[in-house]
């Protein structure tokens, strides 16, 4: 990768860190989206891997339907898929990324919501619920995740990247909320690693949580 390849590259994902609406949001990724891959790859990008391995560790394959929030042009798909799961369902807030994961022909479904307002699930519907490279600057609150947690079965798993925006007391509030009125309890998280080891240093980390019975 050249020098200038590489400003491109982190470019594009600084644009859509800056987006103030999700709106926005959804225009940058619209425009990306051609391209998407082939940059990501050439950081290095990590987070994919990361959620698949940390589901993996701790959901039987075959456990089904899984959401993929954010599922984006469908890397995570692909992973999922290869790694034994089915009935892969998924949402994204930009309807260009969500043509190129359709094109894979992985997801059993695929539909434009955002993070942040109500999803169209059920209550209490997944086995698990992934989401790579999601909750980060400029991309989805963490408000958000009440609605990941609603449509989770009691005992299901929410497997989510956080950014370096999120680590630390913000979501330690909204992790101990959700802890202390009974919704969800801690299964794992791995170690801090970098998401994009060819470009720019972003530590970020991924979490497993459970849903608790009600
Ligand atoms: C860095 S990409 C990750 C895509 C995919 N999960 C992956 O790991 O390759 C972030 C994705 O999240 C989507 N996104 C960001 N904020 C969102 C929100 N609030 N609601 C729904 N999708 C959102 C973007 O449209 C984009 O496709």
């Not at 680590?167 to 802890?179: H, N, R, V």
């Not at 080891?197 to 972003?202: F, K, N, Q, S, T």
């Amino acid at each position: 990768m050249t020098k200038s390849d590489d400003d491109g590259n982190v470019s594009q994902l600084h644009r859509a860190y800056q987006a103030k609406t999700v709106e926005a949001l959804s225009e940058s990724y619209d425009r990306w989206a051609g391209e998407y891959e082939t940059h990501m790859k050439n950081v290095g990008y990590a987070h994919p891997a990361m959620v698949t391995s940390m589901l993996v560790r701790h959901l039987p394959a075959g456990a089904r339907p899984i959401l993929d929030a954010g599922a984006g042009t469908g890397i995570m798909g692909e992973l999922l898929s290869a790694m034994g799961y089915a009935e892969i369902i998924g949402f994204d807030a930009s309807n260009d990324m969500m043509a190129a994961a359709r094109a894979k022909k992985i997801y059993a479904d695929l539909k434009q919501m955002f993070l942040g307002r109500p999803l169209s699930y059920p209550d209490d519907h997944f086995a698990a619920v992934t989401a790579s490279g999601v909750f980060t600057e400029g991309h989805a609150p963490l408000s958000g995740l009440d609605e990941l947690v609603r449509v989770t079965r009691p005992g299901g798993l929410l497997v989510f990247s956080l950014g370096p925006v999120y680590l630390g007391e913000a979501f330690e509030k909204k992790s101990e909320a959700l802890e202390s009125t009974g919704i969800w309890h801690l299964v794992d998280a791995s170690k801090p690693y970098n998401s994009t080891p060819l470009a720019d240093a972003l530590i970020c980390q991924v979490f497993v949580y459970r849903k608790d019975d009600a």
